[in-house]
């Protein structure tokens, strides 16, 4: 059978097709220079200009609510407790009755010394009229002088005596009030530690109750003594300002207590076993919300840096080892990278306290894949900024390729 018949292509047509491809390649790679700038145009980045502000110096510091009073009830005398006037966790009021002590022995004490008194005064009236009857026998020389001077001598004694027993009697008054035990200060009473029946003493060492005031109540705040040497050195040579004493509290779980407070004062001793100085803060607390022994964070301004600048955190980058730096509008309209020191925040903007001046205009948009030297065009930050394709990038269609 005959062989099929094949229209092969005429002999070369490989080569002239290699040739064609070559000018096209060729084509694209020497095209017109206007073409490829507009191919990769000027990047437009936006910018701010950095100028000097007040930023506060925000402190965040450990601390413990403590009671504005705290009263522990003790006995005066002793004696059995009789009654309890009080309902545990309740208020009470100062001078409210919270116990009595058995007032029998003391009530007895008070009778005898009304008694011993008033015998004493007797007495001293029976001397002192003898002695009022031998004064003027005396001066007639109808008795002897040592008699009158023995009778007004008695009559002396005799009113002494009085003004002893009186003395008794006050103390022993005193005393028998004191079998009623009063609440020494207003305030939030806590459980009884002594219950009816038990034997209270004038000397014991526990107290029947404890009454805490918890309105105003303290926060007491402990910062390292290294960190408020270093601040009384800038205050001292004038790099920073005195901040405000009000003070704002954050709680255990995270959220802002309602009411500021004012800081009080600062201890003037270090604590040898932490290197820390107590800072105290009173709060108003009308709702009893804090209360005494809470774990809380106070913060506050404790001073403020007049020098600083506040730059949006989006324009402070990292560089490998850390070290912060910005991009910023340099000489011919070129970005150029700028080490800065931004140690912390403040609200959205980050703190540059070292690296700018006045007047630098720091790129805030358009930083991404912005290099040291790299042409750009700046405009304003609140200007629209361009939406640009990542380097590298074409506009694709049919028959493009890419270069070499």
Known sequence: MPAPHHDLPAPGWWRSSLALLAAAALSSCSGDPSQQASQHPVPQVGYIVASQTSVPLAVSLSGRTVAYETSQVRPQVSGVIRKRYFTEGSYVQAGQPLFLIDPSLYQAAVNQARANLASARASADAAAAKADRYKPLADMEAIAKQDYTDALASSRVAKAAVSQNAAALDTARINLRFTLVPAPISGRIGRSLA??????????????????????????????????????????????????????????????????????????????????????????????????????????????????????????????????????????????????????????????????????????????????????????????????????????????????
């Open 195 to 404: 219950t009816v029946g038990a034997l209270a003493s004038a000397s014991q060492t526990d107290p029947l109750a404890v009454i805490q005031r918890t309105d105003p109540i303290y926060v007491d705040m402990q910062q390292s003594a290294a960190d408020l040497t270093a601040l009384r050195r800038k205050l001292a040579a004038g790099g920073v300002r005195p901040g405000s004493t009000a003070v704002r509290l954050k709680l255990d779980d995270g959220s802002d207590y309602g009411s500021p407070g004012i800081v009080q004062f600062s201890e003037v001793t270090v604590d040898q076993d932490t290197g820390t100085v107590t800072l105290r803060a009173r709060f108003p607390n009308p709702d009893g919300l804090l209360l005494p022994g809470m774990f809380v964070t106070a913060v506050f301004d404790q001073a403020s840096d007049p020098n600083a600048f506040l730059i949006p955190q989006n324009a402070v980058q990292r560089d490998f080892d850390g070290s912060a730096f910005v991009m910023v509008v340099g000489a011919g309209n070129k970005a150029a990278h700028r080490k800065v020191t931004a140690d912390r925040t403040f609200g959205a903007n980050s703190v540059i306290t070292a690296g700018l001046g006045k007047g630098d205009k720091v790129i805030v948009q358009g930083l991404n894949g912005l290099k040291q030297g790299t042409a750009i065009r700046p405009v304003a930050a609140s200007s629209p900024q361009q939406a640009l394709a990542p380097a590298g990038d074409k506009a694709s269609g049919s028959g493009s390729g890419r270069g070499d």
